[in-house]
């Protein structure tokens, strides 16, 4: 799944006879990370996410529950360029469906998860 940044960028115009427009314009930049893979899914105690990294990143992880509440917030995680393989400990959470946020600077990726 390839995954996009999207950029709204808003154009003043102004012309001779005093009038101004303003014009939005939107474009897909390619991500600097990407989640390739979250297992097991559901998940009892440890979750396993692969994340690829095109440069060197410091990654914040959140785990939100289904009322949009932060639960937890994990440590940043220092990525190197290429593919890496982090694990989060789940034992402490009730069984249930919650978001896995990633965030890197402006780039944000949310994946839903169930905890068995």
């Known amino acids: 799944m390839k995954q ?10 102004f012309s ?25 899914n559901p998940a009892k105690n ?6 690829f990294s095109e440069e060197y990143l410091l990654v914040q992880f959140e785990l939100i529950d289904i009322l949009g509440n932060k639960v937890k917030q994990w440590k940043k995680v220092e990525v190197a360029p290429g593919l890496q393989k982090l694990s989060f400990n789940l034992e402490e959470f009730s069984a249930g469906i919650y978001l896995l946020k990633a965030q890197a600077g402006r780039e ?3 994946e839903r998860i169930r905890k068995l």
């Open 4 to 13: 996009f940044l999207l950029i709204t960028i808003f154009l003043f115009i």
């Open 16 to 40: 001779l006879n005093g009038k101004s427009a303003v014009q939005e314009v939107s474009q897909l930049d390619k991500m600097s990370y990407r989640i390739e893979k979250i297992y097991p």
């Open 108 to 110: 944000v990726v949310v």
């Open 46 to 51: 440890r979750l396993v996410v692969d994340l």
